[in-house]
């Protein structure tokens, strides 16, 4: 079935059981149906959603996967729409993140994430993980 017809399917099914207004319908309904316009959530998307959520900018993405950077862009703001661009790290990255910080000329977020190619909310939500981890 293509991903059109099934979403299509899914809304039918949404009107049938919970009525007319989609602002009366359950969250986990409406996150279905809103997941059904993904791109089907390829091999190759699940690398993107990967690269983003580890913090790689869209630039470095798109110069490594063969992608245009708008294309990424628009999949990180759907991510960012459907609350799935939740940061994370590797303990390797946060152990690379925490040489930086000491180590980079000027070591604001914008300054350490330009040194490792990712994006400064990544950086910051890092840091704050690192103090929360400190306490």
Do not use: F
Request: glycine share 6%.
């Amino acid at each position: 079935m293509s991903p059109n017809k099934k979403m299509a399917a899914e809304i039918r099914d949404a009107y049938a059981n919970y009525g007319d207004n989609p602002d009366d319908w359950p969250e986990d309904v409406k996150k279905e149906i809103r997941g059904q316009t993904e791109e089907g959530h390829t091999a190759e998307n699940k690398i993107l959603r990967h690269l983003i959520l580890h913090g790689y900018t869209n630039k470095y993405i798109a110069q490594e996967r063969s992608k245009t950077p708008d294309y990424i862009r628009q999949l990180r703001g759907r991510m960012l729409r459907r609350e799935e661009l939740n940061y994370q790290a590797t303990p390797d990255e946060l152990t690379q993140l925490k040489y930086n910080v000491k180590h980079v000329n000027r070591p604001n977020n914008q300054g350490v994430a330009g040194a490792m190619h990712r994006d400064k909310d990544w950086v910051r939500c890092m840091r704050e993980k690192i103090r929360e981890d400190l306490k």
